[in-house]
């Protein structure tokens, strides 16, 4: 009960104060799905970019992640950038 309450409660608090979109919001919202379907790729070739490093797995977690989302966007992005792609993604 707890937890249905709490999803309840924040899907009101974001539907209520944060339902914006602006023009960054917009271009990642049209490329989120070229991000599902690419970010595996991308996930793995920085996880193995980081194996030879030594330092703790949560630092690595904790620089791999901003990596990859932004890899991940920029790359969605230029892919869709080519003409007749938007038809597909």
Known sequence: MTGVMIITAML???????NREGPVTRAMAGDSYTVYIIHPVVLVLLS???TGIAIPSLAKFAIVL???IGCTFALAH????????????
């Open 78 to 89: 230029g892919i869709r950038a080519v003409p007749g792609v938007t038809k597909v993604l």
């Open 48 to 50: 193995m970019a980081f």
């Open 12 to 18: 009101w608090i974001f539907s209520l104060w944060f």
């Open 66 to 68: 901003p990596l990859a």
